[in-house]
T-cell receptor, first 116, second 111 residues
Framework: EAGVVQSPRYKIIEKKQPVAFWCNPI?????LYWYLQNLGQGPELLIR????????DSQLPKDRFSAERLKGVDSTLKIQPAELGDSAVYLC??????????????FGPGTRLTVL | SQQGEEDPQALSIQEGENATMNCSYK?????LQWYRQNSGRGLVHLIL?????REKHSGRLRVTLDTSKKSSSLLITASRAADTASYFC???????????FGKGTLLTVNP
């Protein structure tokens, strides 16, 4: 079974430039998550999708961050414009339906963003 | 914000020894999970323990949960160099299936 796929794996941009990350979850997983992980910290949730609906985006800085999951499968996370403090690893995760309260998540390898 | 807090922040042991990591959290939870992260394989789910369970085993892993103390421990027995990684506890609380991760324990197993 293929895991969660993310691209690119690494991205270096200058501040004020836009950047986008792509995620393809495990087939059949209807729940998709985007996390931000700073160096030496655990992942922090940015947004959670159930199919194509963003059901929890309370931690997403909406002034510069946006996300979409138009067909309920792939998802894109965008930052525009990027700031120096956005340098971090952006992780995508997915989980299958029907787990109820037991929410094991499957993570992709992440995209390491460096903003210069 | 991060609910779980792992202790110690870093741990270095010899191959074959046991490693114990602890996690403390602040609010009531549905379940607590442990994840491992290394550069080769990213973040991987290890084990989940429900709030009504006290102990769980999976291979060389043993997890305990004490909801009265709001704490959990992860024991890795007979450690191997390949166990070198960061270990995170994550708590699920409320009805929105949100996982909140701690800052992690960096485990180094020396051959």
């Amino acid at each position: 079974e293929a895991g969660v796929v993310q691209s690119p794996r690494y991205k270096i941009i200058e501040k004020k430039q836009p950047v986008a990350f792509w995620c393809n979850p495990i087939s059949g997983h209807n729940t998709l998550y985007w996390y931000l992980q700073n160096l030496g910290q655990g992942p922090e949730l940015l947004i959670r999708y159930e199919n194509e609906e963003a059901v929890d985006d309370s931690q997403l800085p909406k002034d510069r961050f946006s996300a979409e999951r138009l067909k309920g499968v792939d998802s894109t996370l965008k930052i525009q414009p990027a700031e120096l403090g956005d340098s971090a690893v952006y992780l995508c995760a997915s989980s299958p339906p029907g787990q109820g309260r037991f929410n094991e998540q499957f993570f992709g390898p992440g995209t390491r963003l460096t903003v210069l | 914000s991060q609910q779980g807090e792992e202790d110690p922040q870093a741990l270095s042991i010899q191959e074959g020894e046991n490693a114990t990591m602890n996690c403390s959290y602040k609010t009531s939870i549905n379940n607590l999970q442990w994840y491992r992260q290394n550069s080769g394989r990213g973040l991987v789910h290890l084990i989940l323990i429900r709030s009504n369970e006290r102990e769980k085993h999976s291979g060389r892993l043993r997890v305990t949960l004490d909801t009265s103390k709001k704490s959990s421990s992860l024991l890795i027995t007979a450690s191997r160099a390949a166990d070198t990684a960061s270990y995170f506890c994550a708590t699920e609380e409320g009805s929105n299936y949100k996982l909140t991760f701690g800052k992690g324990t960096l485990l180094t197993v020396n051959p």
